[in-house]
């Protein structure tokens, strides 16, 4: 199976692509898409746009794994970052790619084993499962690959009859 795991932003999308075969993860790609803060932002949303749908166009990819949009504090963050997720789902739509979406703590779950982990725990666990050198750079591009691993963790789960918690 191979999977993209998108970290959704708009200032940087992290993204990581991995084959999972058996029992075991391969990492194909990753990077991040960027977008400069004084670029108008229905550009920004255009050039993520047109990043995401270039990494699924490049690397073809069976299936999305992208994190829930969570609300912390910020309420014109949480808005812009749906907006990207919105052209991030379209694209996954335009490459008939189903998407599955993840919270934190499952990510953490399925890549630490414990759904409270610190990020630091699960961006080394991340570079074990992978056998990097070290933790991608920037951070979202570490956690788009937690999002792929955890998507390979949980349909294996769904495929054995095992529920997701």
Not at 28 to 49: C, D, K, P, S
Not at 92 to 118: H, N, R
């Amino acid at each position: 199976m191979r999977v993209l795991g998108i970290d959704p932003g708009y200032a940087i999308v992290g993204w990581g692509v991995t084959d999972y075969t058996g029992n075991r993860f391969s990492p194909v790609a990753f990077g991040a898409v960027t977008t400069e803060a004084r670029v108008a932002f229905e550009r920004r949303l255009a050039q993520v746009y047109d990043g995401v749908l270039e990494v699924m166009r490049t690397h073809q990819p069976e299936a999305l794994s992208i994190e829930q949009l969570f609300y912390q504090h910020n309420q014109t963050t949480v808005i812009g970052v749906a907006e990207a997720r919105g052209v991030i789902l379209l694209a996954a739509a335009q490459c008939g790619l189903p998407v599955f979406e993840y919270t934190p703590m499952q990510v953490k779950q399925a890549v630490t084993g414990y759904g409270k982990a610190v990020k630091k725990q699960v961006q080394e666990m991340t570079r074990i499962l992978l056998h990097l050198e070290k933790v991608p750079k920037p951070d979202d591009t570490a956690d788009a690959l937690a999002m792929a691993i955890a998507h390979c963790h949980c349909s294996r789960s769904r495929l054995q009859g095992t529920p997701i918690r």
